[in-house]
């Protein structure tokens, strides 16, 4: 049969019902049936036989365009190049599990993240001309109270009052420090386009004005309160961004260091709160330490005292705030044996020894003993 080069079709004939047939007459039967191209997409093709071949193989049929082999992913050809072949790019498992790895990323970014309430909108411009300090954001003032009246504009608009407050600065100087100061009588004015701080009101009460270039710098006595730079129209006064920082850790400790199990209840009972989700490694060591469990540490032996054997004492100061005395040190004297304590109050640190020697005294009169050591 070499001679048939051309594939045929399935033959169906009765030459297989003649009683007489020869090679002739099937030869010739066979090169009158209508052949097919084997360039057809659907035509089989030879493949050369291998040694380990199995028998009833089925035969391979050409690729075409539904075949895995002709898919190609556009992302791993950017990405992985030789691992396109066999899929597309939104059946790519490694695109679908980068995916979920960003998704997973931004969630716990989101979580560890503070979401900002800002507080103020602009910045406090130092003004010469103005008669009083004033701000058109309500939020900023401090013991606010309700007030009326009316300001007049440079342009002789009038603008109402509504109240007044104080207002918490904390200005950034040239050196990189932070100035905080309390203004005082701020007006609320809803109509006012900038938040103006007055020279005039600041003049009245000992402060000092020094121009340099584009910066006014306000002192009061050798402090600079306030530096303000020229920013094309207003002297600017630069302050630190307040903003109101809420994240998981915050709620945590705001709700009494509440179980994360309970957490996640919160924010699905409460979702107009903005809880964010509880970050990955989340670990609050206030909790930790006070889950740990220590065996008590064993009492120590000492020898028996008598009262006023012996007196611990400690001086202190001088503090921040001077007491009501104007006293600015203190010393505790505390017996050893009693546990009994006395605090004594100091206007200076010499009047340490005068003290002593009237605690002494004081004990010889009450006790009729002296302390034996301190």
């Given at each position: ?67 895995p082999k002709s898919k190609a992913c556009t992302w791993c050809k950017k990405h992985n190049p030789g691992k396109s072949e066999g899929h597309t790019w ?29 507080v103020r909108t602009k910045s406090f411009y130092f003004d010469t001309a103005c008669t009083s300090h004033m701000t058109p954001y309500a939020g900023r ?91 094309g129209n207003l002297f600017k006064i630069p302050e630190i961004s307040h903003s109101a920082h809420i994240t998981y850790n915050f709620w945590h400790q ?121």
């Amino acid at each position: 049969m070499g001679f048939l080069v051309k594939h045929h079709k399935n033959v169906i004939d009765n030459l297989t019902t003649k009683d007489s047939l020869s090679y002739a007459d099937v030869k010739q039967r066979l090169m009158d049936i209508d052949t097919s191209d084997t360039r057809d997409d659907t035509a089989l093709f030879a493949s050369k036989p291998s040694g380990n071949k199995k028998k009833g193989k089925k035969p391979v049929r050409n690729s075409d365009s539904s075949s895995p082999k002709s898919k190609a992913c556009t992302w791993c050809k950017k990405h992985n190049p030789g691992k396109s072949e066999g899929h597309t790019w939104n059946e790519c498992f490694r695109l679908q599990k980068l995916n979920k790895e960003k998704k997973e990323k931004e969630k716990d970014e989101e979580a560890n993240s503070t979401m900002e309430t800002k507080v103020r909108t602009k910045s406090f411009y130092f003004d010469t001309a103005c008669t009083s300090h004033m701000t058109p954001y309500a939020g900023r003032l401090l013991n606010y109270s309700k007030c009326s009246g009316f300001v007049k504009s440079s342009s002789q608009e009038s603008m109402e009052i509504e109240g007044k407050g104080d207002v918490i600065m904390e200005c950034v100087l040239r050196d990189g420090s932070v100035s905080s100061f309390r203004v005082c009588d701020v007006l609320h004015v809803p109509m006012l386009g900038h938040p103006l701080i007055s020279w005039r009101k600041l003049c009245t009460k000992g402060y000092t004005e020094f121009g340099e270039g584009d910066f006014i710098s306000i002192n009061k006595g050798t402090q600079v309160m306030f530096e303000a730079v020229f920013d094309g129209n207003l002297f600017k006064i630069p302050e630190i961004s307040h903003s109101a920082h809420i994240t998981y850790n915050f709620w945590h400790q705001a709700l009494g260091h509440l179980a994360p199990s309970s957490m996640d209840k919160a924010i699905n009972l409460y979702s107009d709160a903005n809880i964010p989700a509880k970050p990955k490694d989340f670990i609050c060591s206030s909790c930790v330490k006070s889950k740990m469990i220590r065996n008590s540490r064993p009492s120590t032996s000492r020898k028996d005292r008598n009262k006023l054997d012996l007196v611990h004492s400690d001086l202190s100061g001088p503090v921040p705030v001077p007491s009501y005395g104007n006293s600015l040190y203190y010393i505790t004297l505390i017996d050893d044996a009693t546990r009994v304590a006395w605090v004594r109050f100091m206007k200076q640190k010499s009047e340490t020894t005068k003290i002593i020697k009237d605690f002494v005294t004081e004990m010889e009169h009450q006790h009729h003993k002296s302390p034996k050591a301190f």
